[in-house]
Structures are given as structure tokens and as C-alpha cells.
């Protein structure tokens, strides 16, 4: 009986996520035959790809044909797609030049550590995942924005999305890498983790086509997806006959194991605990059983996870000393239903064992403790453990701001080797604080971040606007939270409340202040929900708050420079300058740039268009168009012809009139000024002074923008 774990897109491509490793080492340990394939990393690989790229060019140069030749546009989404596929088909010919040499900085020992190569390569990465998403919208959103909005969630739409190939990338990838790798290690059980709310679609779409192309595996789905959609799964038979065969809420370890035994030995499933199946036609939920005691449990293993794919220069592994939350209150959180709403701890020495396993096995230094929240007497028993083997690792960690956090304690656990610890505060307000039943406050915040600071280690707070109820003043609290407490934050995150799921406040809204919650039958597969608030900030000024605040506040911090980082990389970053720079304040340096100076362009200048830079003639006037969404009017855009140039590097855009356009069409690296002027001047009926004095005024203009070299 051979089992095979995949992982599918879309989660982040710098490290493996926990739950194959730790599958793969519970049914290894029961004598199973098992595989473990993370797709994601390896469907980010192909995708961010300069083939991959190339071949999507001439498709987005026909949508973008085909939008082009509308009689109108209508306001809002059709209008933001036409914008959003011009930039793509403009800039993926630069990106593609780029995209293996973006990858190659973050896998580079040396380069990685370029703070603005790293940055310009982030910045490849991610117009890259904007070209394709715009070129499978709306299914391909998912690849730059996590949760898209815009998707309806509905059975009916989820059986068309998961086989639209027009609009998702998943399908065709799937089929060219993945079910020949099923094909050739032929399991007899397939298990599909989906943790994230992003890998619904991608995951579904899997599923569904390996149930109808390769029958003779039995398919189940599991993970914290799953979990949160349980009750949801059993209203449905159909996603049993077409998507899976059976569905794994909570832990999956002793379930996954006893459904691997029920199969082989051909017994009926009803023994499986925590399983959801069909049988002879009625979906049944068989008895959730409490989850293995973590004690028991062995150490992940990584064999056969593609380490070298990820997008850091040395492995980061994540490692777990907890199940659950120990606080577990929270009114916007649901994580603890994933658990059972039970906690459970590792001993310490276990979980140093694992790391010096880990360790030895794959070379790894870095590991991200993937705890919900890791206990200040839990993260004190494991700094105890780590000091006394001497064991030299950097760590990340989760934890909630407790006044048991004391400079001792802190300073231990600097020694211990956590450099970095994330931290939810939520809110810089009291009465938000206590209304979300954090069970903390911001003057306990306050001294904890302080601290954290003091002993050396970065600290990294989580911040949402928003809260039902939160008025404008109360916002402004936590606003002025992060600002006088600049000496003591080194970096933090902004966005808006956003409703889950299961959250508790979610089952007695009118207590939270929500007012009404949108239970539309298209969102029943949704992760989060629609609300309106009976007081205080929209979940629309919410988000608008939180753009706008996150930059003018990290304007004014010493740190600002850190900004230019991803999350994702800075336990890497710090590990390797924690000794000569632990704030990164000279690691993090300003970015030069290269400025033509002093060059006179004459009539003997040999103007060229630089090699990127696009122009266009467009139906429609981009321009004008840009300008409505981003002044939210609501005007029908009508055709227009309108010639364009393009800049996909600065991601300038701007309207030209036909004679620039015509002097620009000449400027190839082959004429000089004098030359195009000559060729100009019959047919605007001018002379060639006057036509050479109005392109070196033009083209002077143009070199300023950035546009053309001389």
C-alpha cells in the first residue's frame, strides 16, 4: 500500500510547510510506503519561468486584442482588467529577460544578501505573478493576492473554475508535470493537503482531475481548509463522486493512518476516525476522535522536499512545540477550532532532538517555529534546552505580548538563539483590546516590545484597522502607538480586519457589533465573510486606512530602510549579520542609481528608445481610463484612439500625440536628430531647423523620463 502527500500551490515558495513532513514521518514510522511532492514550490519554479513567460505572450496579446476592439468599457472591473492587461503584455518580454536571475539572487549565498538586488528581484518576482494572474483572471488572482475577493464560491462555480482552462493555470500544469509523476509512483491512496485559503481552487483542481484520470487511487483531502469547510462538505455528495473520495478534518495523523489500513486490508471506512466519505450514496462523518499526543509524535522529515527550489540561499525549516493556542480567547480568531480548541505542548528535550536531527540531516540553522503562539514557560523550558546542548540555530517565533516576557527571560532566549519573534497586538487601544478579549493591554505591549528590543532581538508586530466598532480616534491610538514607540518596534504590518470563519464572533455577531453578515449561497465555500458594522470604521475605510497609514508611518522609523525586505527573508538576513550588524542598519543600504549627466544632446545625437520601453497605438485612452479608477468614477469608456509609451521598469505610462509619436518610431540607435528630422520634415511640411529644434526639445524631455538614451 503506498501513499502519496502532495502540497499543492498557492503558499509562499521560501520554505516547506509543515504538514507533509510531519505526515510522511508518522505513516514512515507505522511502516507505510510513502512520497511526499511539494508542488508549490515547484508550480511557483515553473510558472515564475522565462519559458513559461514567453509562451504566455501571445496569449495576452490576444485578450488584450480582443478588449480593444469593444465598442466600451464598463466602469470598475472591465476597466481595471483592460488597464491590468496592457501593463502585462507591455512589460513580460523585460520580466522574462529577468525572471531566472531574480530567482537566482534568492537562492544565492552571496547575492541574496545585496539588499537592493534582493529587492529588485522581489519586485521581478511579483510583476511576474501579476502577468500571469491578469492573463488567467480570475482563477490566476490567487498568484499575487491570496484572497481574492472576487471569486464566487459555490459549488456550481467551483466544478467550472476547476476546469476552465481559460482562466486557471493550474490545469494545464498539472497535467504537463504533475499526473505523470502520479502515473509513474502509482498510489493507491493520494493525500492533498490544503491549509490556506488559496490553495482551495488550485487544490480542487487536482483532485478533480486525478478522480478522473488516474481511478485507481483513493483521494483525500485534509488540512485547515478542510477543517473550517467540514460542515460545509457534508451538505454536498457531488464533491465525493467528482472532487475526492474522502475528507480528513483536524489532525490528521492517526486518521491518515488508519484510513491507509482500512483500504489495504479492504474494510469498510466507518472505523476511520474524523472521516467524511460517501457510502452507497449518504455522506457520513464518522466520530472525531481527540488527536495524537504530540509526545508521541516523530520528528518531521523532509525526504524528498526539493530544498534547493525555495527562495532562500540556505534551508529554513519550520518546526512545531505546540498544537493549538493556549490563550485560545480571541473573538476574531478560529484557529483554535483547527485543534479542537484543545493545546498541546512538546516537551522541550523532544523538541531539541528534532532540531539536532533536522539539523544534521539537511544542514539546517534556521527554523521558524510554526506555533500558534509559543508560551513564555514553553519558549523559557526550550532557551534552557538549547543553551545547555549549545546547540547554534537562529529561530522565529510567534508570540502573544505577556508581561512574562521580563528582560531575563528575554535576554535568555536572545541566547537560546530566537532572533526574531512576531507578535499580534491588533490594536494600540485599550477598549479595542478588551472588546476583541486579546487579554492584553498596550502598556503591557509596550514593555514587552521593549524588552524584546533591549535584549537584541527583532520584533515584528501585526496590526489590523478596523474592528467593529473601532471609531477614527480609536484607530488613531494604535497609529500613535507605533510612532511614539519608535525606538522600541522594529517593523510591523497594517491591513484590515477581516471576518473567518468559525471565529467566535462570527456566531454571536450583534455582541461584536456587527450588525449583518453576508451568507449569499455563491460564498458558501468562502474562508471569510461580508459584514457591516452597527458603528465605527467600514471595512472599506478600514483597508483605505491601512494603505495609507502603513507608508507614512514607516516613513518616520529608523528602520525604514528594513522595509525593502520581505518577512519571509529576514530570519536569514538576521542570522547572518547578528554578530556585526543585528538591526541591519548598514546591511540595509540606499540604492544607487546611474544618471546620465552633463551629455548635451545635439543635432548629431544618435537618439535610441530603450530596449524595454513599449509604444502603442490603443481603441481606447488608458490614460483617462487610469485616471477614473483611481478617482472611483464610474464613467463608460468609449473607444479613442490613443498612442501610448510605456515604461515596465519604472511603470510610467503616459498619452503622446501622434508627432511624438512618429519622432519616437525613428529613434532606433540608427539616426541621428539631424536624420529624423530630414525624414519628418516632408510630411509635416516644416523646415529641417525647425523640425530638428522641436526634437531635441522633445527628446531632451524624454531622456529626463526616462524613456530614450543618446
Request: proline share 5%; net charge negative; aromatic share 10%.
Amino acid at each position: 500500500m503506498k501513499v502519496l502527500l502532495i502540497f499543492p500551490p498557492l503558499w509562499i515558495p521560501y520554505r516547506p510547510y509543515l504538514s507533509l513532513p510531519s505526515l510522511y514521518a508518522y505513516l514512515k514510522s507505522n511502516g507505510i510506503e510513502v512520497v511526499q511532492k511539494d508542488f508549490n514550490v515547484e508550480a511557483y519554479d515553473l510558472l515564475l519561468s522565462e519559458d513559461y513567460l514567453k509562451d504566455l505572450k501571445e496569449r495576452l496579446e490576444e485578450k488584450f486584442k480582443d478588449i480593444d476592439s469593444k465598442d466600451r468599457l464598463m466602469p470598475g472591473i472591465e476597466q481595471g482588467y483592460y488597464c491590468d492587461l496592457y501593463k502585462a503584455k507591455s512589460s513580460i518580454t523585460h520580466i522574462a529577460e529577468r525572471i531566472e536571475k531574480a530567482k537566482g539572487i534568492f537562492r544565492n549565498k552571496q547575492a541574496f544578501y545585496d539588499v537592493n538586488a534582493l529587492s529588485n528581484a522581489r519586485n521581478n518576482l511579483k510583476q511576474a505573478q501579476a502577468i500571469i494572474s491578469t492573463g488567467y483572471f480570475p482563477i490566476g488572482q490567487d498568484l499575487i493576492w491570496p484572497i481574492n475577493a472576487r471569486l464566487q464560491r459555490s459549488l456550481v462555480d467551483i466544478k467550472k473554475l476547476a476546469q476552465n482552462r481559460d482562466e486557471n493555470p493550474f490545469l494545464e500544469l498539472y497535467e504537463k508535470y504533475l499526473l505523470p509523476f502520479i502515473i509513474e509512483e502509482a498510489p493507491d491512496i493520494i493525500g492533498i493537503s490544503i491549509t490556506v485559503d488559496s490553495q482551495l481552487i488550485p487544490a480542487l483542481t487536482l483532485s478533480r482531475l486525478i478522480k478522473s484520470s488516474y481511478k485507481k487511487a483513493h483521494v483525500v483531502v485534509g488540512g485547515g481548509v478542510i477543517t473550517l469547510l467540514s460542515e460545509e462538505l457534508k451538505k454536498h455528495d457531488e464533491l465525493f463522486n467528482v472532487f475526492f473520495d474522502s475528507a480528513v478534518p483536524y489532525e490528521g495523523e492517526r486518521p491518515l493512518l488508519k484510513l491507509v489500513e482500512s483500504i489495504s486490508h479492504d474494510q469498510t471506512l466507518e472505523d476511520v476516525p474524523n472521516l467524511i466519505y460517501l457510502d452507497r450514496g449518504k455522506i457520513r462523518a464518522n466520530e472525531v476522535l481527540p488527536s495524537e499526543n504530540i509526545n508521541s509524535l516523530p520528528a518531521p522529515c523532509f525526504e524528498g522536499m526539493p530544498l534547493d527550489l525555495y527562495l532562500n540561499p540556505e534551508p529554513v525549516l519550520p518546526i512545531l512545540s505546540s498544537r493549538g493556542c493556549y490563550w485560545g480567547k480571541c473573538a476574531f480568531c478560529s484557529d483554535s477550532v483547527l485543534y479542537q480548541c484543545r493545546y498541546q505542548n512538546r516537551d522541550a528535550s523532544k523538541v531539541v532532538d528534532d532540531m539536532q536531527e533536522l539539523s544534521q540531516k539537511y544542514g539546517a540553522v534556521h527554523f521558524a517555529f510554526s506555533d500558534e503562539c509559543v508560551s513564555p514557560s514553553s519558549i523559557s523550558r526550550l532557551s534552557d534546552e538549547l543553551i545547555s546542548r549549545g546547540l547554534k540555530v537562529s529561530c522565529s517565533a510567534d508570540i502573544r505580548l505577556e508581561h512574562q516576557f521580563t528582560p531575563e527571560l528575554c535576554n535568555k532566549v536572545f541566547k537560546a538563539g530566537f532572533i526574531l519573534l512576531y507578535s499580534g497586538l491588533e490594536s494600540g487601544c485599550n477598549r479595542i483590546l478588551n472588546h476583541m478579549e486579546k487579554g492584553i493591554t498596550k502598556e503591557t505591549a509596550a514593555e514587552v516590545c521593549r524588552n524584546i528590543y533591549e535584549a537584541g532581538i527583532w520584533n515584528h508586530l501585526y496590526i489590523f484597522f478596523g474592528f467593529p466598532t473601532e471609531s477614527w480616534a480609536e484607530a488613531q491610538e494604535t497609529i500613535d502607538f507605533l510612532l511614539s514607540n519608535e525606538n522600541i518596534i522594529h517593523s510591523f504590518n497594517i491591513d484590515k480586519f477581516i471576518l473567518p470563519k468559525e471565529a467566535p464572533m462570527a456566531k454571536c455577531p450583534e455582541r461584536y457589533g456587527i450588525s449583518s453578515i453576508d451568507a449569499a449561497l455563491d460564498t458558501d465555500f468562502n474562508l471569510s465573510y461580508n459584514y457591516t458594522v452597527s458603528s465605527g470604521l467600514t471595512p472599506s475605510e478600514a483597508e483605505e486606512l491601512s494603505i495609507v497609514s502603513h507608508d507614512r508611518i514607516a516613513r518616520q522609523y529608523r528602520s525604514k530602510k528594513f522595509f525593502k525586505l520581505n518577512l519571509e527573508s529576514l530570519l536569514v538576513y538576521l542570522s547572518h549579520y547578528k554578530k556585526s550588524d543585528p538591526y541591519l542598519r548598514s546591511a540595509i543600504k540606499e540604492k544607487t542609481t546611474n544618471i546620465q549627466l552633463n551629455k548635451q544632446l545635439t543635432r548629431k545625437s544618435i537618439p535610441r528608445i530603450k530596449h524595454y520601453v513599449v509604444l502603442d497605438r490603443l481603441g481606447f485612452n488608458i490614460v483617462d481610463i487610469m485616471n477614473n479608477l483611481t478617482n472611483n468614477k464610474n464613467g463608460t469608456a468609449y473607444p479613442s484612439a490613443t498612442h501610448v509609451i510605456a515604461d515596465p521598469v519604472s511603470g510610467n505610462l503616459q498619452s503622446i500625440r501622434l508627432p511624438i509619436a512618429d519622432v519616437l518610431a525613428l529613434c532606433d540607435g540608427g539616426r541621428s536628430v539631424q536624420q529624423i528630422a530630414y525624414e519628418l520634415s516632408s510630411k509635416y511640411d516644416a523646415t529641417r531647423p525647425k523640425i530638428e529644434e522641436d526634437c531635441i526639445a522633445l527628446l531632451k524631455s524624454l531622456s529626463r523620463e526616462g524613456y530614450i538614451l543618446f
